[in-house]
Each structure stands twice: as C-alpha cells, then as structure tokens.
C-alpha cells in the first residue's frame, strides 16, 4: 500500500484543460505502475490511462484517446494526467492508483492496490 493524494480538479468549461497530479506521501513511485480512473454518478469507476513503473508503456481508454496524456516524474515523485479538449462526458471523480508491478500498464481496478481519495472534474456545456 501507498498513500496517494491526488489534486487539480476543478470546475471548467467544454474545450477547456485541466492537469490533474498524484504525488505519494513518503514513498518512492519509482517501482510502481501507476494510473487514473474514473467515476462518474451512478456509473462504475473505469479505467483513463496507465503508465509502466519505468513510463515505458502507456494506455488509455478509447474515450480519452487523443486528448488526456499521463506522464511521470520521478524526481517529483509525481504522476499527471493532462487532460484537453474536455468534454461534458468526462465528468467525475478522478482516482489516482498504482501497482507494484513489472509487467504491463494495468487497465482494470483489480490491477491496483492503491487508491487515492479522488478529486472531482466538472466540465460544464
């Protein structure tokens, strides 16, 4: 288990950019896949975008394909999600997980062991 605690959401109009950031309190990220997730109201949380304990492979769902990008920093010990070209759609409470894994990305939730508390996006028409 690592503490996660993700920030940047907020309150933003269509076509409008939003980061959002996961920083682990007082551990290292280095040896953990990390992603993001989703939540919207009365929906299951889905998976957004993963990336590789050495940022060497990425994924992301279809829906955002094109428009958010995860990065890492490990000298910040830091994940992002850049997010762009928001939609209506992409509201909902953004998770922040990570897996202590060598292999893939991770696109499901049972992949991660680690959650974040969530931090809500509101994209307005």
């Known amino acids: 288990q690592v503490p996660l605690v993700e920030s940047g959401g907020g309150l933003v109009q269509a076509g409008d950019s939003l980061r959002l950031s996961c920083t682990a309190s007082?551990?290292?990220?280095?040896?953990?896949?990390l992603g993001w997730f989703r939540q919207a109201p009365g929906k299951e949380r889905e998976f957004v975008a993963a990336i590789t304990w050495n940022g060497g492979t990425l994924g992301y769902a279809d829906s955002v394909k094109g428009r958010f990008t995860i990065s890492r920093d490990y000298a910040k010990n830091t994940v992002y999600l850049q997010m762009d070209s928001l939609k209506p759609e992409d509201t909902a409470v953004y998770y922040c997980?990570?897996?202590?894994?060598?292999?893939?990305?991770?696109?499901?939730?049972?992949?991660?062991?680690?959650w974040g508390q969530g931090t809500q996006v509101t994209v307005s028409s």
């Open positions: 007082g551990r290292a990220f280095s040896p953990y896949g």
């Open positions: 997980a990570a897996r202590l894994s060598y292999s893939g990305p991770g696109y499901s939730k049972k992949d991660f062991g680690s």
